[in-house]
Nanobody
């Protein structure tokens, strides 16, 4: 069984920064991709950023230049450093580990006030 747990959400003013963490545990296939998604009220869940086991990353256009995804394979942990936050970044942020199957965390709320 794979468990994925996010942490680091909170309330921040526009222009501020937050760092999200996601730790995976259990029977994890090493060649996995980890990603961050977000879902605002009334909207679909969208991919924010993803990173392969080898470190290749990709970003949604809306966060390029502001967010940075990174991972520590030894700790099965992925991070999302968010800077220059905007009110439109407000959402529940979910971590997902994909290795054949996909495993989701419970989500962490990020609220950016104007």
């Amino acid at each position: 069984q794979v468990r994925v747990v996010e942490s680091g959400g909170g309330l921040v003013q526009a222009g501020g920064s937050l760092r999200l963490s996601c730790a995976a545990s259990g029977s994890i296939f090493s060649r996995n991709t980890m990603g961050w998604y977000r879902q605002a009220p009334g909207k679909q869940r969208d991919l924010v950023a993803a990173i392969s086991y080898g470190g290749t990353s990709s970003y949604a256009d809306s966060v390029k230049g502001r967010f940075t995804i990174s991972r520590d394979n030894a700790k099965n942990t992925v991070y999302l450093q968010m800077t220059s936050l905007k009110p439109e970044d407000t959402a529940v942020y979910y971590c997902c580990l994909t290795a054949g199957s996909s495993y989701w965390g419970q989500g962490t709320q990020v609220t950016v006030s104007s």
